[in-house]
């Protein structure tokens, strides 16, 4: 028994939200999680402290299963990003302590290593096409063997993917959402001739990525994907939003073009048919958004029987903790495809002290024990919660459409 004295939960915002929860047991062991929702961060702080953990003290931290299974049954409401992220937050701190009470890193808990690293892709982003090719070869550079590429689009003053002068890709940028438009046929027309150059340029040894962020119908997906066919991506992401599973039936049918889809999944039902028809090649829901390491292997497990991989999302609204975590699950799963790297700031890099380290285009998640990854407290009290919002995009008539 490790019985669990504590939990609290500590938002900071070294350039960006976080939010961490820490659960210490009667030995003094403590373990920390992700519970970061980007826009969103305040309702997870809410969920924890104010209905999970009056939950979890006295509880015997080493009971993941049967913690996860109460607090996702035993709310009756299931599901839904805030219920998830916090049960994710409670699975992974949990890990860690067990892991840390083995004096092993969690990746051998779950079964240790299946590879020698985790292959990452990195992000090269430009206003133009030339720039984009320019950032992909300093990435190429650097080791990475795989880049995932995203140019704006002629036509349009700024789109998903492609930073503000000045300012860095991940856009929580306002107090109050901003507003970008958005041409579909601008958008279409622009990305065939980004991987013709891109194929000239880097050649064929390194893999390209490229994400639609949910902004085509099927059809028009279907379109693209066949129009990018002849430069062999690594995959094709979100092309289209995934609540109407049955949607990637008419892509699918179309082209040949891999389909990478999950950053806003928080439960194996949002993809079970996604998987079960195999209308996908990755899933890329990941462990702070789909409710921890727990979860995220039953989805693995799933997903494995009908040849789909993993791919798990990694911008820099999921913390290093949830970036260790990915790291430990990624290294163990067989059906591993890519891990998603935004590398942080050097700010939120000191307040997350980790062991995960970068080379050759793989991360490897260290071998301290646990998650390998601590928060320092101190530092962490110094930058206070800011509101932060995602933008939103409308059509060139004012709709309101998908970001
Ligand atoms: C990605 C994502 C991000 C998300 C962001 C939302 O592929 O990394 O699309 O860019 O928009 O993480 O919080
Ligand atoms: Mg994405």
């Known amino acids: 028994m490790a019985e669990i004295i504590s939990a609290r939960v500590i938002v900071t915002c070294p350039d960006r939200n976080f939010v961490t929860l820490k659960i210490e047991t009667a030995d003094g062991t403590t373990g920390i999680g992700d519970a970061t929702l980007n826009g969103r961060e305040?309702?997870?702080?809410?969920?924890?402290?104010d209905h999970v953990i009056p939950c979890l003290i006295g509880r015997d931290a080493h009971r993941i299963e049967d913690i996860w299974q109460y607090l996702y049954k035993g709310a009756y409401w299931r599901r839904g990003p805030v219920t998830m992220c916090a049960i994710a937050a409670v699975d992974v701190a949990l890990w860690d302590i067990k892991a840390k009470v083995a004096g092993l890193p969690l990746y051998q808990l779950l079964g240790g290593a299946s590879r020698e690293g985790c292959m990452v892709y990195g992000h090269a982003n430009g206003a133009t096409i030339e720039e984009t090719i320019a950032e992909a070869v300093r990435h190429v550079e650097q080791g990475y063997r795989a880049v995932r590429l995203q140019a704006g689009v002629p036509g349009l003053k700024s789109t998903y993917g492609v930073a503000k002068p000045g300012?860095?890709?991940e856009p929580a940028d306002g107090a109050l959402p901003t507003e970008s438009l958005w041409s579909t046929e601008k958008y279409l027309r622009s990305v065939a001739p980004l991987f013709e150059r891109a194929r000239e340029v880097l050649g064929w040894d390194v893999h390209l990525l490229h994400d639609v962020h949910h902004r085509l119908t099927p059809i028009e997906a279907a379109r693209l994907g066949v129009e990018l066919e002849p430069y062999r991506l690594f995959w094709l992401e979100d092309p289209t939003?995934?609540?109407?599973?049955?949607?990637f039936r008419l892509i699918r049918e179309k082209t040949t073009t891999p389909l990478a889809v999950g950053e806003i999944f928080n439960t194996i039902w949002d993809c079970k048919q996604l998987i079960e028809e195999q209308l996908i090649d990755h899933v890329r829901a990941t462990i702070v958004h789909a409710g921890?390491?727990?979860h995220m292997r039953r989805i693995a497990s799933f997903?494995?029987?009908?040849?789909?991989?993993?791919?798990?999302?990694?911008?820099t609204d999921l913390s290093p903790v949830c970036m260790a975590a990915a790291l430990h699950f990624g290294l163990s799963v067989p059906n591993f495809g890519i891990q998603e790297l935004m590398p942080h700031t050097a700010k939120t890099d000191a307040v997350f002290p980790h062991a995960y380290s970068f080379k050759d285009g793989m991360m490897h998640p260290g071998e301290a024990p646990g998650l390998g990854v601590e928060i320092d407290e101190e530092l962490a009290a110094k930058y206070e919660y800011r509101r932060a919002y995602?933008?939103?995009?409308?059509?060139?008539?004012?709709?309101?459409?998908?970001?």
């Open 42 to 49: 305040l309702a997870v702080v809410s969920y924890l402290q």
């Open 167 to 169: 300012q860095r890709y």
């Open 241 to 247: 939003p995934a609540e109407n599973q049955a949607g």
């Open 292 to 294: 921890g390491i727990t």
């Open 303 to 315: 997903a494995d029987l009908h040849q789909v991989r993993t791919g798990c999302h990694g911008a």
């Open 390 to 403: 995602l933008p939103v995009a409308r059509l060139e008539d004012g709709t309101l459409f998908n970001w």
